[in-house]
Nanobody, 127 residues
Framework: QVQLVESGGGLVQAGGSLRLSCAAS????????MGWFRQAPGKEREFVAA????????NYADSVKGRLTISRDNAKNTVYLQMNSLKPEDTAVYYC????????????????????WGQGTQVTVSS
């Protein structure tokens, strides 16, 4: 069982930055691919970014490439999402996700195999 707790959301002006964190419980953190999804009001949950267990590979949605960066610290059981040059359309609840040896290339198309989710953290970008 893995528990995920997000933090770092908030209100920021367009062009600003935020860093989200997701702390995971358990002793096998490096065996889990980790990622971030987001859901805006009235819209479906969408993929944002993902990283493999050892951090050797990443995957990003086209809409965030060059602005958002995912990273992880396996010694701290934590995954991060550095968000720069934020836009109002980035406003959403951001969810941390984990899948045991997950294929992050698939996450842009489906999240049906993702096993664990955090409770979400709100990010609001004002114009």
């Amino acid at each position: 069982q893995v528990q995920l707790v997000e933090s770092g959301g908030g209100l920021v002006q367009a062009g600003g930055s935020l860093r989200l964190s997701c702390a995971a419980s358990g002793r096998t953190f490096s065996t889990y691919s980790m990622g971030w999804f987001r859901q805006a009001p009235g819209k479906e949950r969408e993929f944002v970014a993902a990283i493999t267990g050892r951090g050797t590979s990443t995957n990003y949605a086209d809409s965030v490439k060059g602005r958002l960066t995912i990273s992880r610290d396996n010694a701290k059981n934590t995954v991060y999402l550095q968000m720069n040059s934020l836009k109002p359309e980035d406003t959403a609840v951001y969810y941390c996700a984990a899948e045991y040896f997950g294929r992050i290339a698939d996450w842009a198309n489906t999240y049906s195999r993702i096993t664990y989710w955090g409770q979400g953290t709100q990010v609001t970008v004002s114009s």
